[in-house]
């Protein structure tokens, strides 16, 4: 079986890659609720709209849970990918992750939009030994992670927050949630502070990349102060721990690569 799907409007889904069944690796895991349905505070989520799909079919949390105990207990080595959207409580989620997260756990990708600063700190206790985590916070969100994130990839959506604490991350990408998607001149300050810092600094980051559009006087001052050399649309600098990096940019992205072949 390469692959298995359980589709309601409460969906689980399984992907295995194309390979001999004793070595098959779970995929990809969602645990999505439909727009119009909520929970009732009983683990269970009570769906508005009537959907031949859900006949005899559980949508609460003590059935999903079983069903992954049982999953990860069947298949060789399971890598799990695991997405929580829409009305998934917060504390479910946390329960899931410190499930999975043995080894077998490899991604999580949460919305936080109605989510408290406990739950924020749950979550990424329970995620900071991932190798992915994918977070949307939401309006307004001012905290910093409770515990140092060591992620080999961090993507982050939603206000915009302080780059100093995802400094030993690998790999960091930015979808700030600002007006027109265009950074304002307060951001650019603090980023050519965090750049400066970077480069006098030894830490696990290597590439960042931030979706957004901004003007050039922007970019410069972003830029003012780090680079060695200077091209046409790109900078270079060398680090504190010899690692070379150029920061470059498009009309809508800003980022920064680092060559770690040595």
């Given at each position: 079986m390469h692959l298995c799907r359980i589709e309601c409007y409460h969906e689980i889904l399984f992907n295995f890659p194309l390979v001999p069944f004793f070595k098959c690796e779970i995929g990809l895991c969602n645990f999505r609720l439909h727009?119009?349905?909520y929970s009732n505070g009983k683990q269970k989520y009570i769906l508005e709209e009537y959907s031949v799909h859900i006949q005899n079919t559980k949508c609460d949390e003590p059935?999903?849970?079983?069903?992954?105990?049982?999953v990860v207990q069947v298949f060789h080595k399971p890598k799990i990918v695991v997405r929580c959207f829409g009305l998934v409580r917060c504390e479910f989620?946390?329960?899931m992750i410190r499930l999975l997260n043995n080894g077998m756990l490899q991604e999580v990708m949460y919305s936080m939009t109605d989510s408290s600063k406990e739950c924020y700190n749950a979550v990424f206790n329970e995620a900071a030994k991932l190798k992915k985590f994918s977070?949307?916070?939401p309006p307004k969100f001012?905290?910093?992670p409770p515990t140092p994130l060591k992620l080999d990839e961090l993507t982050v959506s939603g206000p915009w927050l302080k780059m100093d604490d995802f400094m030993d991350c690998k790999t960091v990408n930015i979808f700030p949630d600002i007006k027109?998607?265009?950074?304002?001149?307060?951001?650019?300050?603090?980023?050519n502070k965090f750049f400066k810092r970077l480069k006098g600094s030894e830490c696990r980051i290597e590439n960042i990349c931030i979706k957004a559009k901004m003007e050039d006087k922007f970019?410069?001052?972003?830029?003012k102060g780090v680079g060695d050399t200077f091209e046409e649309f790109n900078v270079n600098f060398l680090r504190k721990d010899r690692k070379k990096s150029m920061i470059w940019w498009t009309e809508k992205e800003f980022c920064m690569e680092t060559d770690v072949s040595d």
């Open positions: 727009e119009k349905s059935t999903i849970r079983n069903f992954i105990e049982r989620v946390v329960e977070v949307q916070f001012r905290f910093s027109e998607n265009k950074l304002k001149w307060n951001i650019a300050v603090n980023l970019r410069l001052r972003i830029i």
